[in-house]
């Protein structure tokens, strides 16, 4: 069962073409990773899902609608989840009060919002952090507040763009933990990813795109064995015959 | 290097301070303190009004309003209007100025908020200018720049809106009103939102917030309550003119009453409205009507506050989200 | 028909006047990212200067043009120099961060200066009357004030003067990179702090420059500037943030819808026009007639 089907999204910008028929389609439940070069458009992807961008061409199908043409916040309520690559935090807010924020939009009280607002620091792992401002955080806890905004609206499809970017592997491993036990609530996850070795152990499917397109779909192995792929990450010359 | 404000106050000791506050200038009148520092007193409040309402705008919702006196003067006017060309009592500007100033707000929202930062601002400084212009040249209308006289209403029973006792309860009674309001309204799920869209409108959409929709909210909101302190002014004064309801001086002592109180605070312009009122009427006992020391002041003044206390005088009270 | 030749040129000898303006308000935009409020100001002041220079000494302003230009470029040196770079090196800002926070400084600026201005010269509008002020010349037909010429001349060699710099100067090569991304200049050598305070100073002796041709033209009066600071604003818009050519044409384009229509409108209105103006662009063009960010 697929929660999300991307048929032929081309978006451009001036003469640039970020995405060029890009088709793909998530189901239901799983744990996508999203890989490719940097500037291959894998951010440019999240914005056209989430609605920041609008594509020339394509469609995207989320439970049986097309999405494209809403905006951010009809496709939040809609239930998709997303992060930035680079966190955007409510800078003036206490951590508590960014996830209560979020958290208003499914809430029908202050009261209950509050509730999840805590269950959800607790999940992450930023209880004892919560009157603190994000400016305060470390990386690693930006990243997790990123999340827990995410999660407090209680999406059904959360993507996560680079959540494990210049993390220490101790970190990297807690978060890994956390994507997996929100997945395994019931969450379905695309993790657009560098760090080679999440993609690797966390993903059932992985997608590469270079230059806006897809080049591969597979499985980690497949994709990791793949020449294409090989030579959109290190150049034709490092190709294995 | 953040120094840690201490929280002076905790909620039920707020509300006692706020309760002293009230008690206090309910027994002002009793007080023996006479008619001229029972008018500047009004001033203040009719100030007052409008800068909480500037501040849930341009402090909570980030969207910085520098003609406030859009509003200010929608309200000012339709008192004197509905006298001279409805011939009804000009106390009926208090309804319809603040209902007009809000749908004004509404309708001037859909282009202005296709604005951000500094070109909002600019653009409702035009605005501003516009309203005024037009005020000024259709003297048919408005009366020009020679204004409106704004006529003696009749006595109703025991209220007698001409006694000067009786206004000053009157604004007291609508400062405690919008200031609850307001104060609520702030606190509630929309001050969340406006907050939200004032740090990031990005983050705030990801989060499921209509930002044009509540900005919207905040901006017609903050007409509403503008537009009635617009409207009891003109109604005190007995006379409105474009400069004084449009002009740019109005505009921009909402504008520093709200930045020097502590912009994203509703409570911050209950110290800087009577304080900046105070001082203003100082300056003109002091220098004359005439000159611009009042004005000139206030030019130091937010320079004094920005760079020294930019987030206003309530923060050296407290730190908390007031 | 002739009239309407009459009130095209005025437009446009006006309309270079304002460009001159309009180009160091983008300026400082592009460099900082900061509206100055008090631009219109410091023409006001360099107004004020010319007039009280000939009042005493009876020297024609244009001779003496430098004196008035140093006096805002000292302005603006305080200005940026001090009151600014303190704001940005405290680091805390108010409501939307340091755009606003420096809008609101210059806005506390303009007051400062516009109600000193009427503290120490009153409010009385004064007119500066020099020999050849009611010299009329005749251009193609229409009959021209000779300030009005002159004033579109020295307009037009100061933007040039301008332009040349900004093209064809290492010191304005920066400026513009400045502009583009002041980060990548700053870690191409660039000394933004320095750059900063040329941007200013260059800026004020535009105003200046444009102050001292105005005195010629028009009233004296306290708060003629704050009219300056937002035409200027508005051909800023007009031409697309940044770019310098933009505002030279926004300019004249507001100086002729402001003739043609005190004209054929209203007198009244005047000034409403670029407002009006203003906003329709704004919202049809967010980013001005020219686009942004160029030279």
Not at chain 1, 207 to 231: T, Y
């Amino acid at each position: 069962m697929s929660i999300l089907e991307v048929k032929s999204v081309t978006k451009s910008f001036g003469g640039l073409k970020a995405l060029s028929d890009v088709t793909f389609d998530v189901k239901q439940g799983e744990l996508l990773g999203l890989i490719g070069p940097n500037g291959s458009g894998k951010t440019t992807l999240f914005n056209v899902i989430t609605g920041y961008y609008r594509p020339e061409k394509g469609s995207i199908w989320f439970n049986g609608e097309n999405i494209v043409g809403l905006k951010p916040f009809q496709i939040a309520k809609k239930g998709i989840a997303r992060t930035f690559q680079i966190v955007k935090p409510l800078s003036s807010l206490s951590v508590f009060d960014n996830v209560l924020t979020a958290s208003l939009l499914r809430a029908s009280n202050m009261r209950s919002a509050r509730e999840r607002a805590s269950e959800i620091l607790k999940y992450v792992g930023l209880s004892e952090k919560r009157e603190a401002k994000p400016s305060e955080l470390t990386i690693a806890d930006r990243r997790k507040l990123e999340v827990a905004r995410a999660l407090a609206i209680e999406p059904r499809l959360l993507l996560l763009d680079e959540t494990l970017a210049g993390l220490l592997p101790s970190e990297i491993d807690l978060t890994l933990k956390l994507i997996k036990s929100i997945q395994a609530d019931g969450i379905t996850i695309i993790m657009v990813e560098h760090v080679m070795r999440a993609i690797m152990s966390a993903c059932e499917r992985v997608i590469v795109l270079d230059h806006g397109e897809i080049i591969a779909k597979g499985s980690p192995v497949e994709i990791a064995k793949d020449k294409k792929v090989i030579a959109a990450y290190l150049g034709a010359e490092y190709q294995l015959a | 290097m953040k120094r840690r404000i201490p929280l002076a106050f905790k909620k039920p000791k707020r509300l006692n301070i706020f309760l002293l506050i009230a008690v206090i200038l309910c027994l002002v009148p009793e007080l023996g303190v006479g008619t001229y520092v029972l008018r500047i007193l009004i001033l203040s409040l009719v100030f007052l009004i409008a800068t909480m309402a500037w501040c849930l705008i341009s402090g909570y919702t980030g969207q910085i309003n520098l003609a406030p006196t859009m509003f200010f003067g929608l309200g000012a006017y339709s008192s004197a209007l509905v006298a001279r060309h409805l011939g009804l009592s000009p106390w009926l500007g208090l309804l319809i100025g603040p209902l007009l100033a809000s749908s004004f707000a509404l309708v001037i929202g859909f282009p202005l908020f296709r604005l951000h930062g500094a070109y909002f601002a600019l653009a409702t400084l035009a605005v501003g200018e516009i309203l005024y212009y037009v005020m000024v040249n259709e003297v048919w209308f408005s009366g020009g720049t020679v204004g409106l006289q704004v006529p003696f209403s009749p006595k109703i029973l025991f209220i007698d809106f001409n006694n000067i006792y009786f206004q000053y309860y009157f604004i007291l009674v609508l400062a405690f009103l919008s200031t609850y309001i307001l104060y609520r309204i702030a606190m509630s799920r929309l001050g969340y939102y406006f907050m939200a869209i004032r740090d990031d409108e990005d983050t705030a959409m990801s989060m499921g917030i209509n930002v044009f929709k509540y900005k919207e909210v905040a901006f017609c909101v903050s007409g509403f309550f503008t537009g009635l302190a617009g409207a009891f002014y003109s109604n005190f004064l007995l006379y409105v003119e474009p400069s004084l309801a449009f002009g740019i001086t109005p505009a921009l002592t909402v504008v520093i009453m709200g930045i020097l109180g502590g912009a994203d605070t509703i409570l911050g312009a209950w110290i800087s409205a009577p304080l900046l009122t105070f001082i203003m009427e100082g300056l003109r006992l002091v220098f004359g009507a005439a000159g611009a020391y009042d004005l000139f002041t206030l030019g130091v003044l937010i320079i004094l506050i920005i760079l020294l206390l930019p987030r206003g005088l309530i923060r050296l009270v407290t730190a908390a989200k007031i | 028909m002739s009239l309407l030749f009459e009130t095209l040129i005025a437009g446009i000898m006006t309309g270079g006047i304002y460009g001159v303006i309009a180009v160091g308000l983008a300026m400082i935009f592009g460099v900082m990212r900061v509206i100055n409020f008090a631009h219109g100001d410091f023409v006001m002041v360099a107004m004020y200067v010319s007039y009280f220079l000939y009042l005493w000494f009876n020297i024609d302003p244009l001779l003496i043009i430098f004196v008035p230009i140093a006096v805002v470029a000292a302005i603006a040196f305080l200005v940026e120099g001090f009151i600014l770079r303190f704001s940005r090196l405290r680091g805390v800002f108010i409501l939307g961060g340091k755009e606003l926070t420096g809008l609101m400084i210059l806005v506390g600026i303009s007051m400062v200066l516009e109600n000193g201005a009427q503290i120490v010269w009153s409010p009385n509008y004064r007119s500066l009357v020099l020999p050849w002020s009611s010299i009329t010349i005749s251009i193609w037909g229409a009959k021209i004030s000779l300030p009005y010429v002159i004033a579109f001349i020295i307009s037009i060699l100061t933007t040039i003067l301008f332009y040349i710099f900004m093209t064809r100067t290492d010191l304005g090569r920066a400026i513009r990179a400045t502009v583009i991304n002041r980060e990548a200049a700053s870690l191409m050598g660039v000394d933004t702090d320095k750059i900063n305070l040329i941007t200013w100073i260059i800026a004020s002796v535009m105003a200046g420059v444009a102050g001292v041709v105005m005195s010629t033209l028009f009233y004296i009066y306290p708060t003629v500037g704050l009219a300056f600071t937002l035409k200027a604003f508005i051909i800023t818009i007009l031409g697309g943030m940044g770019s310098s050519i933009g505002a030279f044409f926004g300019a004249l384009l507001l100086g002729i819808a402001e003739s043609v229509g005190a004209v054929y409108i209203a007198v009244g209105y005047k000034e409403v026009i670029g407002y009006i103006i203003f906003l329709v662009v704004l919202l049809l063009k967010p980013s001005g007639l020219f686009g942004r960010f160029r030279v």
